[in-house]
Nanobody
Framework: QVQLVESGGGLVQAGGSLRLSCVAS????????LGWYRQAPGKQRESVAH???????DYAESVKGRATISRDNAKNTVYLSMNSLEPEDTSVYYC?????????WGQGTQVTVSS
């Protein structure tokens, strides 16, 4: 059974930075796509960033230039680093993993950015 466990959330001041981590219970090398999503209260879950098996990345326009996604298959971990945080970044951040025919989600980690 695949489990994804996020960590690294918390309260951050506007302009600050953080790094989220997501550890998988299985080898992340089996996933052709890893990513981060977020969901703010009253809003739909939205994509933040993805990283492919070959290291190709893509980012939401709202975080482009402020976010970096990376994966370390040796540690079964995917990371999301963000800087210049804004109150609008306040959300629950979810880790995502995709392999052929299956999607997996973590339980989420709260990020709150204070102004």
């Amino acid at each position: 059974q695949v489990q994804l466990v996020e960590s690294g959330g918390g309260l951050v001041q506007a302009g600050g930075s953080l790094r989220l981590s997501c550890v998988a219970s299985v080898s992340t090398s089996r996933f052709n796509l890893l990513g981060w999503y977020r969901q703010a209260p009253g809003k739909q879950r939205e994509s933040v960033a993805h990283i492919g098996y070959d290291g190709t990345t893509d980012y939401a326009e709202s975080v482009k230039g402020r976010a970096t996604i990376s994966r370390d298959n040796a540690k079964n971990t995917v990371y999301l680093s963000m800087n210049s945080l804004e109150p609008e970044d306040t959300s629950v951040y979810y880790c995502f993993a995709h392999e052929l025919g299956s999607n997996y989600w973590g339980q989420g980690t709260q990020v709150t950015v204070s102004s």
